[in-house]
């Protein structure tokens, strides 16, 4: 089945600090893959995304490359602020399946940002 | 648009009661989910839905939990009775098709807690 592993956390960094979040994957078929964002108090957030191998999906100053041959989707930002403080989730969707597709998410990594 | 709207933001009721908690899904999506997020078990799917029909309730705990979807804008998801261990944030999130280009909308969430 389909599976999205993490890095452990929780991510404590100063502002400006450059950021790597891991994530990799186990899938059957072609996934699609995200990352979303939940700040406190709040729902979770689409972040970036990326439907096919190499594709690099951006937003917010934040970047992730599909890479088929390790399977992963790491995230990276250059210089982080404080209002990046938030818990960071990976997913995957198997296009595969169709209508039925849904969204694997991984344990999600809190990160705090330090001014 | 208002995005996913759900209710009540916060519930707080007694072992033994039944408790629903509601969804109102963005006009035109046809796919609706439940999540429910703890500490110790990260987000899982419980229950979805494409065009009101549920596809896939296996992450439905026990038969204390069911959900209904009786028209495109509006889903509730009940427990009866409940337990201490059912306290945790319920999402609802919904998607047009697979969510697969756009991914899924989340609302704020309702936070259960049974005493």
């Known amino acids: 089945g389909n599976s999205v592993t993490q890095m452990e956390g929780p991510v404590t960094l100063s502002e400006e600090a450059f950021l790597t979040i891991n994530c990799t994957y186990t899938?059957?078929?072609?996934?699609?893959l995200f990352w979303y964002v939940q700040y406190p108090g709040e729902g979770l957030q689409l972040l970036l995304k990326?439907?096919?191998?190499?594709d690099k999906g951006s937003n917010k100053g934040f970047e992730a490359t599909y890479r088929k041959e390790t399977t992963s989707f790491h995230l990276e930002k250059g210089s982080v602020q404080v209002s990046d403080s938030a818990v960071y989730f990976c997913?995957?969707?198997?296009?595969?399946?169709?209508?039925?597709?849904?969204?694997?998410f991984g344990k999600g990594i809190t990160l705090s940002v330090r001014p | 648009d208002a995005g996913v709207i759900q209710s009540p933001r916060h519930e707080v009721t007694e072992m033994g009661q039944e408790v629903t908690l509601r969804c109102k899904p963005i006009?035109?999506?046809?796919?609706l989910f439940w999540y429910r997020q703890t500490m110790m078990r990260g987000l899982e799917l419980l229950i979805y839905?494409?065009?009101?029909?549920?596809?896939?309730d296996s992450g439905m705990p026990e038969d204390r939990f069911s959900a209904k979807m009786p028209n495109a804008s509006f889903s509730t998801l009940k427990i009866q009775p409940s337990e201490p261990r059912d306290s945790a944030v319920y999402f609802c999130?919904?998607?047009f098709g697979d969510g697969l280009n756009y991914g899924y909308t989340f609302g704020s969430g309702t936070r259960l807690t049974v005493v």
């Open positions: 997913a995957l969707s198997d296009r595969g399946a169709g209508a039925n597709s849904k969204l694997t």
């Open positions: 899938a059957t078929g072609y996934p699609s």
């Open positions: 006009s035109g999506h046809n796919s």
């Open positions: 839905f494409n065009n009101n029909v549920p596809i896939d």
């Open positions: 990326a439907t096919k191998a190499d």
């Open positions: 999130a919904s998607s």
